[in-house]
C-alpha cells in the first residue's frame, strides 16, 4: 500500500520547503541540469560531461536540422536528432550523424547512444548501426496504447593507435 507524501513526517530542514508542479519547466530546467552535472563531477570517476551541438542551414540561415547532446565518460549521448520534413530521406541526418560520431570519437568516445519513441526514427538508426539496447513499453491499458520508447547504442569501431 503506497502512501501520500503528505502522511509522512516532515523532516525539519524540509519544513521550510514548498514543492510545486510546474507546467512549463523551461525556466529552470538548465539550473536544475547544471547543479545535477555539478553534482556528478563529485562522482569517481568524475562526470566528464560536455554539452555538444550541429547545426545545418540553408543557404538563408534558416535551421534545417541539428543534433544536440553531450559526452560523458566516453560516450555520446544524443538528446535531439531533427531534420526538416521536406529534407527527410535524402542523407542530412545521416550526414549530421556520420559527422557527430567522426567527431566525438576523435575525442576518445567509444560509443553513442540515444533514446526514441519514433518507429521510423528507430529505423532509421538502426540502418546506421545502431542495436536496440532496451524498450520501455506501455501494457495492455495503459495509455498511449501502444506507444513504446526505444534505447539504442553503437559502438564505435576501434581506432588504430
Same mark, same amino acid.
Request: contains cysteine; neutral net charge.
Given at each position: 500500500?503506497?502512501?501520500?507524501?503528505?502522511?509522512?513526517?516532515?523532516?525539519?530542514?524540509?519544513?521550510?520547503?514548498?514543492?510545486?508542479?510546474?507546467?512549463?519547466?523551461?525556466? +529552470?530546467?538548465?539550473?536544475?541540469?547544471?547543479? =545535477?552535472?555539478?553534482? =556528478?563531477?563529485?562522482?569517481?570517476?568524475?562526470?566528464?560531461? %560536455?554539452? +555538444?551541438?550541429? =547545426? %545545418?542551414?540553408?543557404?538563408?540561415?534558416?535551421?534545417?536540422?541539428?543534433?544536440?547532446?553531450?559526452?560523458?565518460?566516453?560516450?555520446?549521448?544524443?538528446?535531439?536528432?531533427?531534420?526538416?520534413?521536406?529534407?527527410?530521406?535524402?542523407? =542530412?541526418?545521416?550526414?549530421?550523424?556520420?559527422?557527430?560520431?567522426?567527431?566525438?570519437?576523435?575525442?576518445?568516445?567509444?560509443?553513442?547512444?540515444?533514446?526514441?519513441?519514433?518507429?521510423?526514427?528507430?529505423?532509421?538508426?538502426?540502418?546506421?548501426?545502431?542495436?536496440?539496447?532496451?524498450?520501455?513499453?506501455?501494457?495492455?491499458?495503459?495509455?498511449?496504447?501502444?506507444?513504446?520508447? +526505444? +534505447?539504442?547504442?553503437?559502438?564505435?569501431?576501434?581506432?588504430? %593507435?
Amino acid at each position: 500500500m503506497s502512501r501520500r507524501l503528505i502522511d509522512q513526517p516532515m523532516d525539519e530542514k524540509l519544513s521550510a520547503v514548498n514543492i510545486t508542479v510546474e507546467p512549463d519547466p523551461d525556466a +529552470f530546467a538548465g539550473e536544475i541540469e547544471e547543479r =545535477l552535472l555539478s553534482s =556528478l563531477r563529485q562522482n569517481q570517476p568524475a562526470s566528464d560531461y %560536455a554539452p +555538444f551541438g550541429i =547545426l %545545418a542551414h540553408g543557404r538563408d540561415g534558416t535551421i534545417v536540422g541539428g543534433l544536440v547532446g553531450g559526452t560523458s565518460y566516453g560516450w555520446l549521448v544524443i538528446k535531439v536528432l531533427w531534420v526538416a520534413e521536406d529534407l527527410r530521406s535524402h542523407g =542530412l541526418g545521416t550526414r549530421i550523424m556520420t559527422l557527430a560520431e567522426e567527431t566525438v570519437a576523435r575525442q576518445g568516445c567509444h560509443g553513442a547512444w540515444l533514446d526514441t519513441s519514433s518507429r521510423r526514427a528507430k529505423s532509421f538508426y538502426e540502418k546506421l548501426g545502431y542495436e536496440l539496447f532496451a524498450t520501455l513499453d506501455n501494457q495492455d491499458g495503459e495509455r498511449p496504447r501502444g506507444h513504446a520508447r +526505444f +534505447f539504442l547504442r553503437r559502438r564505435f569501431p576501434a581506432v588504430p %593507435a
